[in-house]
């Protein structure tokens, strides 16, 4: 039965870039379900996640705050439960909550249960396992230290439960606010079942121009880049039928135009562009993620929006859609206007930053970083405000051409340097190195900690 308020499903990937889908031009993509989600709402073409990796851009998906406040400033570290979340503030408003998927957003193990209380950040209904990349091996806790293990594929597992969430919402008049968050396409990227592998021919994907193989990446090792990427792309189109399984579910219950879904990731993946791989880079195929909204009410369909959307301003735009009050601790901005009027004040740069080169980043020479985003360039230092890479991004769209320190951008990339400046003083973010910045913000003892854990449990025999 409709319900009087909009509900709020949010669904989002982990580690798919945002040029993963047919609607956004990609011929080797099969995607019927987000494209027909574009054309029936709103393709934002600029989502960009504001740290591209994991744990640090979720904390601020669900808080939109930057990890420099919400302390997730490297994995494996737990969120603050102070702040308001997306799960406090719909609560406050009237909504029931409901969390499924991936949470990693409580520290180390990642195998560890999360009881009911603050650490859920205001979700009640809950079907949650901290972290695994065992696609064929779907487990989850619900209220109680026990965990449940399903057979399948894990996409499918959890969709199951959020159909089953919905079914249970047929007869109850309380708007409801579902997340569910998905492992795939991250890595290990053959664990998908066969019938969307053999949807893709390696020898048919088109590789961008910026693909450098072979190459000498320990996280490429034993990976074929075309046989990877087609598998990566399977991936998307197993989430891409999921997707269509749950907005199926809306519309029978009569329920899809009176909610606002929203499809994204948490960052993207670089696949061999510039000769890396996964994510925490600044390059375009980390930072840049897919950004689907509809909601008939207030959105138009079919409708592009180019306003720099950054993955902190989320949940400000989900207050400014349904009308609700925004908490003053929200360090995002309400986008709702941009969204709805192609020439509202949108926004001139956002920052994007990786606060701290562990683990898969240190392995590629990729440490600590900040930028910004304009809807023409990327501007990248290094710690100690060090420039690193300028590029333009409308002449060069593969980032091939780093600009940085030639005579004819000098005065963009003063203006690029001054806009990051106010950044950093905006988020109270001093610009260190890697452990550096840990020991800034008092939380390098704690780091060490959960680093150990999560190395020891690693070394764990898999069962």
Not at 144 to 154: A, K, N, Q, T
Not at 176 to 193: A, E, I, K, L, N
Not at 247 to 265: C, P, Q, R, V, Y
Not at 276 to 286: D, H, I, L, Y
């Amino acid at each position: 039965m409709p319900t009087d308020r909009p509900n709020i499903v949010l669904v989002f990937a982990d580690q798919m870039r945002a040029s993963a889908m047919g609607c956004a031009g990609n011929p080797d993509v099969i995607s019927p379900v987000m494209d027909q989600l574009a054309a029936d709402g709103v393709y934002c073409e600029n989502g960009i996640a504001n740290t591209p990796v994991c744990c640090p851009n979720r904390g601020t998906l669900l808080t939109s705050t930057y990890p420099t406040c919400h302390n997730v400033q490297v994995n494996d570290m737990p969120v603050r439960t102070d702040l308001p979340s997306l799960g406090t503030v719909a609560k406050d408003n009237g909504y029931d909550t409901a969390y499924i998927g991936k949470w990693h957003l409580d520290g180390s193990p990642r195998t560890k249960f999360t009881p009911p209380g603050p650490r859920r950040l205001g979700f009640d209904d809950w079907a949650v396992y901290n972290c695994s990349h065992a696609y064929m091996d779907p487990k989850y806790y619900r209220n109680s230290p026990e965990v449940i293990r399903e057979e399948g594929y894990e996409p499918e597992v959890q969709t199951n439960i959020a159909l089953d969430y919905l079914e249970s919402r047929k007869h109850n008049k309380t708007p409801f606010c579902m997340v569910v968050s998905w492992g795939p396409p991250h890595d290990p990227y053959d664990q998908v079942p066969q019938k969307y592998i053999d949807m893709y021919d390696p020898a048919k994907i088109t590789l961008q121009p910026n693909v450098i193989e072979p190459i000498d990446n320990k996280l490429a090792h034993g990976k074929d880049c075309r046989t990877t990427i087609a598998q990566y792309y399977a991936a998307v189109t197993a989430l891409d039928e999921q997707l269509g399984r749950m907005i199926d579910k809306l519309k029978a219950m009569g329920e899809m135009d009176n909610t606002l879904f929203i499809f994204t990731s948490d960052h993207g993946d670089m696949l061999w562009s510039h000769g890396m791989m996964k994510k925490q880079a600044p390059w375009a195929e980390s930072v840049d993620v897919p950004l689907l909204m509809r909601m008939p009410s207030k959105l138009d369909a079919g409708v592009k929006r180019d306003a720099l959307f950054g993955t902190v301003d989320l949940l400000p735009t989900i207050c400014g859609l349904l009308d609700w009050d925004k908490p003053a601790t929200l360090q995002g901005v309400d986008l709702s206007p941009c969204l709805i009027d192609p020439n509202a004040t949108q926004p001139t740069t956002s920052l994007i930053a990786n606060y701290h080169g562990f683990s898969e980043a240190h392995h590629q020479n990729l440490y600590a970083w900040r930028g910004v985003r304009t809807k023409t360039h990327s501007y990248i230092e290094k710690p100690n405000r060090q420039p690193w890479m300028l590029f333009d991004n409308q002449a060069d769209p593969y980032q091939l051409n780093n600009l940085i320190g030639k005579t004819e951008v000098g005065a963009v990339q003063q203006e690029l340097f001054d806009a990051l400046t106010r950044w950093l003083n905006i988020t109270d973010d001093p610009a260190l190195s890697d452990d550096e910045q840990l020991k800034h913000f008092g939380l390098f003892e704690l780091w060490e900690h959960h680093r150990d854990i999560v190395k020891n449990e690693w070394r764990k025999p898999v069962h």
